[in-house]
């Protein structure tokens, strides 16, 4: 199953994920830091969306409200919220 997802409040513009019997299989990120989201996307791929949410939610970037890892952890719970 494959969501995309428009963060709030961060540089990055759209999030694209998919996910099968809950186990991240993919992502794109487009906009903001390239190179760290490469990096996150990496670290994810194969990983529980539970474990992955559970370690992004509520990171902050500087003084804002979220970040990129904190979007993608919504973006990811919507996911599983829709069975992936």
Do not use: F
């Not at 390239?34 to 902050?60: C, F, T, V, Y």
Request: proline content about 2%; charged content about 25%.
């Amino acid at each position: 199953m494959t969501i995309t997802y428009t963060p709030k409040g961060i540089c990055a513009r759209q999030m694209t994920v998919s996910a099968e019997n809950g186990v991240i299989t993919d992502a794109e990120i487009t906009g903001g830091c390239d190179g760290n989201h490469k990096g996150i996307i990496s670290l994810i791929k194969g990983m529980k969306l539970d474990d992955a949410i559970e370690r992004m939610q509520g990171i902050r970037c500087g003084m804002r409200e979220s970040s990129c890892p904190d979007q993608l952890s919504k973006a990811l719970n919507i996911l599983k919220q829709q069975g992936a």
